[in-house]
């Protein structure tokens, strides 16, 4: 693993270039990659070979690590009931295994135990050919529950088949407690008991979305409400049926009228709405407490993804029945693990039964994660203090550049303002997550702009990424994709900047060199 990199900063502390390919930060366990440039991020999502010789790393969900593709390889080899040709999809639990053959069409024996370098490996063994194989990678990918690179790392080591661990600070003494302590303290709820750590931030809706699923389909309640556009694979759950559920989903976050209508027509068999504030990509603030009077009136949970806004700049435990966070963001800010949770509001009319159902679903994180978390966690507030002020800078400095810049979106844009007020706390500000529109072609500004670029945000250093490319690049190669987008106020030409914590004259120079006229 010789390509790491020390660091995502300049001599002076600012942002630089990265070569394209580099882990960031820098970690073997890093959860992102450079892609530096329009030309290498087409390359990658077209999965052009030239271009993937170059950058053969990414996000963990999406592209497995080298660790865990290594322990995979040596699974198939070692997996005496193997089919040949076949291949070996190490997950994080038993659980995992089950409900990913289960969703490929996979007879039970294909589920596995296996152990190695005295560690026991649940997975699922893959057929050669046929559609099971890619059925099964993709409901790990959108559920999250993926080996961890720690666990991978651990077996290889202990395989004598690696020569190091990467050396990171951590917190050790019952480190998944100290993270839920932190967090229920941070978003006001009794304790941590009413904080169910999972293996990612997927992982976490996953786990959330099923219980609220379990809980209400008793009641002939098995529909779902998705307000707006939100996380791609958030909307894989219900498009690709990893949940076994109907949706429906209100286009405008904005449209309270059509979200009543919605409610109110399906109002016997809502299982529950599901929103985000902000929303990813387009940084859109419904309206909390009017949601929370529609859930109420149609009888079903409101889940709310709060992992943008962060608890520390709004509270939305009173409107929500169910709150997701990726700590693999801003909770954490080291982009090197991936984790997520499940908060539960003491006053939700649900939290009894979710209480009971969530430690069936989901998949608890691997010891190493949460002592990496429980290590990071500890800085979160100050870390969202720096990174709000930072973004109101550049928010600034976003604003003196009219020829270039057409809009920017985030929690205090025109028409998400109010909305955000209402719920963010008076010692908050607007998180550090901006959607930039931008007049020119992307490359003008992103391939000159000296941060790091690529998948991920909520790091303590500054990231830029090219979000639409990312999340939708299917949609960008057909018109009628890309009229897809147009109607949701997505375009090719548009950059999302994470915010950090350097010194926010850093972050500025940065920005006004690659919005200069060329």
Known sequence: MSRA?????????????????????????????????????????????????RINWGYPRFRPHPYVARVAELAAREDPGGERGGAWLPVRTARAARAAAAYAGLPPGAVRDLTLGGHSLPGVRLPAGGPEAERARAYIMHTGGHLSSRQAEDVLWDAG????????????????????????????????????????????????????????RDSGRRRWLQLGWIFFDTM???????????????????????????????????????????????????????????????????????????????????????????????????????????????????????????????????RRDAARVAARVRGYAERMARVNANALALAECLD??????????????????????????DSGGPGGLLMVDLKVPLEQVYDRLAVAKGPSF?????????????????????????????????????????VGTEPPELIVEAFERALRPV
């Open 5 to 53: 990199v020390s660091g995502t900063t300049g001599p002076a502390g600012g942002p630089r270039h990265i070569a394209a390919g580099r882990p960031v930060p820098g970690s073997v366990h890093s959860v992102s990659v450079s892609i530096p440039d329009v030309a290498s991020v087409i390359g990658y999502e077209s999965h052009d070979p030239a271009t993937l010789s």
């Open 161 to 216: 088949l690696i020569d190091a661990r990467q050396p990171e600070e951590t917190a050790d003494e019952s480190p998944a407690r100290a993270v839920a302590a932190a967090l229920a303290e941070a978003y006001g709820v009794p304790g941590p008991e009413h904080v169910a750590l999972r293996n990612s931030g997927m992982n976490a809706v996953t786990a959330a979305v099923e219980a609220v699923t379990e809980i209400q």
């Open 236 to 366: 894989r759950l219900f498009e690709k049926k990893v949940v076994d559920a109907e949706h429906t989903t209100v286009p405008d976050p904005y449209d309270l009228a059509e979200v009543a209508r919605v409610a109110a027509a399906h109002a016997g068999g809502l299982a529950g709405i599901v929103a985000e504030i902000p929303s990813n990509p387009g940084l859109s603030v419904p309206d909390l407490p009017a949601l929370r009077e529609i859930a109420d009136r149609a009888g079903c949970a409101l889940v709310i993804d709060a992992t943008i806004a962060t608890p520390h700049n709004v509270d939305v435990v009173p409107y929500a029945d169910v709150v997701c966070e990726s700590l693999t963001k801003y909770a954490t800010g080291s982009a090197d693990v991936l984790m997520g949770a499940v908060v539960v509001p003491p006053g939700s009319r649900f939290a009894g039964d979710l209480l009971t159902v969530l430690p069936h679903h989901g998949d608890e994180p691997y």
């Open 458 to 498: 909520g790091a303590e250093f500054t990231m830029a990424s090219p979000q639409v490319f990312i999340a939708h690049y299917d949609l960008l190669t057909t018109a009628r994709g890309r009229a897809a987008l147009r109607e949701r106020g997505l375009h090719r030409d548009m950059l999302r900047v994470s």
């Open 400 to 425: 003196r550049h009219p020829d270039v810049v057409r809009d920017t979106g985030w929690a205090l844009d025109g028409r998400s303002a109010a909305n955000y007020r209402k719920v963010a706390r």
